[in-house]
């Protein structure tokens, strides 16, 4: 059953569906094919014992993800605050500590460490430009070197360098040496600095989608209605400048214009004819996907907050780098979420369900006691094992590659327009990221295409 | 028409031609199946006005790399040493100079800088294991920085790195700044040191195929008869332990198992069912392709030989980094191939045809004088533009990837064994690495299958 349309686009995550929804709202006929049997792409719900959703991939908005925060409040949904209250647990170096607020206690030495190399990050953050990093003066040579040669350059402290080895896993799924200096300076910059990054109050992590974060794709696709297409994977494009025909599970759709909203390794995948050019080949030949397994667990109460913790932590010794407390907002059942990150989740993904599980509640209890040992479910997601992710939470640019293809990441090819929250100037990586792409094309698609019938 | 058969393998380069052989000998059915509408991979013959074979693609083999030494042997090749009378070009850092024997002639602080620098690499090559380099004891620290920064730290003059740019480009065509320092010491210990690399006499210069390199993928294909099928580009691979069903434009071929032979981005692109282990896909996203676009210019007569020239020029301030004299063994016509490489062949990509032509023959005017501007032919191949190839000379590591998913390079995954060049351990990227690849899925692959029919 052939189909003829304006736009077609592909992937049903935020970015498809925002793209979609702006392109239906202008007059302009669209349909979105989706691989999966279901929208949201790395946003997905799962059931708590109960019944109530939790999030297995993306979860939390925050200030300043102005384009995300606008979608929720046009679709009617709300958000509510992370857990926050109680001490954190912070294990950097050799110690443990236990602190409100935010900075752990460290050593001086280490917290004076941490703190000068936030501060040049920050900088050097500030100096890459958003839109076009690979023009800043300091892109070549930020560009030549990985983010852990300029970690081990700039922090001077063991300490320090764990400090931000954990955080760089936190935010990136990625290890330190995997992306370029400049990628990582890009990414910082285009949240804003560090601060906006790790923080949970006044930062990424500061609030959550009443019902789940995947609910924002599935009211844009109830939206859509028919206007998208499950169970679609695309495996081939053919397109002119006159328009595409795009093969997705034995049925062709024609179009004037496509959107690419899938990640960029997965882009890769897709046979193009003509071939595209080799710019934009060897783009996505580079821009690996970071590697998470995210893990809840739920207990019959949140038996941490009794003892004053917040269910906030980090360590630079376990697998299990990053926790936080992911209780539904009535406070029943208990729920921690952890994330291992980069390296491990290679280790862990090496692992039977059994090993990796006895594992992760092991760093549970040694971050919270014994009563961590008796969870009531355990709810896990390895998105590198996910066909139509390949990894979490997003792809990054290894060294040498913003400066030589970095043009490529938004430019048209013929009819040809890439969205995904790679490509987003800000937030880039996040939500909010997805939601500025899928703008960003639907107003490259509008600025060329007369539609076909206009609506209002 | 679907088949069923032993072994399939995905794709007739060397590595694939080779395991075909090495399995039919041993009375098992085999099926190549090729993308393209001929055999060799990134080995392909032009021709020469006048009809003699000139090579576009890969073309050199030299002493230490027996598997295609023996190759060529056995299939009643002949090899001819590349031209080397006369005076080398060298312009390095700011000055040009000729020079006969191995050292161009820069000033002694920049020569002494050289040759410190190779004494490091060539050690570190050394020390780093050629299986499994991941293993190393420098492996983490060699694999968190680029060898660009490994480059920065070692040579301690301008020339000096300037030159070890340009032996990259040459060597990799890639940037420094491209691959993991674990990954440039892998490669130049799997060719057994730097000089190996680098050098016409004694090294993987020296010698040439008399008919051309692709003449040794041919003449196996010859061999393999019917059991080679060209136009077949593999989009899918269903598996189980039991063994494969392949998807090949339409048709379906059946093996108990099958052989990857193709570039790690281009495995990335075929779809397989299940899904492959996160450890295997993150690998594959990992290894791009080099770039490089290879151009041959034809004239009357080697007109630079009168002159004194030998043809081979390298300069550190040319798009053309490397030049050798590419006549035929009969002397005519006079033929000089030059190499865009790297970030040369980024810009000179997005040239049109014309303009990138005047730019090289401008290079060779450079070099060579000015009768280098009157050619009678001009013969390029820009390899990152082709569908199955996507790249040249071959596939390299970003930092991060040998020390997390090296194992997965050679690693079988239930029924699926992988070839190619760059799963080689000695002279990886090289022809003599795709047949060593060949020869060691063979040995996999007979170790586990009774054959069904033995033949001798």
Redesign the interface.
Known sequence: MDKSVDVVIVGAGIAGLVAARDLMRHGTEVLVLEARDRVGGRLLNAELPGGQPIEVGGQWVGPGQHQVLALIEELGLATYPTHTAGRHIAEVGSSRSEYTGRIPKVNPLALADIAQTQWRLDRLARQVARTEPWLAPQAETL????F??WLQRTALTAEGRSFFQLITEAVFS?????M?ALWASFYVGAAGGLDALINVTGGAQQDRVVGGTQTIALAMAEGLGDRVVLNSPV?EIDWDDAGVRVHANGTIVRARRAVIAVPP?LA??I?FTP?L???R??LV??M??G?VIKVNVVYDEPFWRTAGLSGQANSDRRPLGTVFDNTPPGGSPGVLVGFLEG?H??VG??LDLADRRAQVIEDFAGYFGSRARNPIDYIER?W????YS??CYGAFT????LT??GPALRSTVGPLHWAGTETATRWAGYIDGAAESGHRVAREISSVLVPAVVND
Do not use: N
């Open positions: 560009d030549s070197q990985t852990a040669t990625a290890e330190p040496a995997d370029s495996s390794p890769a995948r046979r071939g050019p080799g710019d080949d060897q030949q580079r690996p996907m590697r390296r989740a290679d993904a090496r390895d590198a094992e996910e066909e390949r990894g290894a060294p040498g590659t030589r293809f």
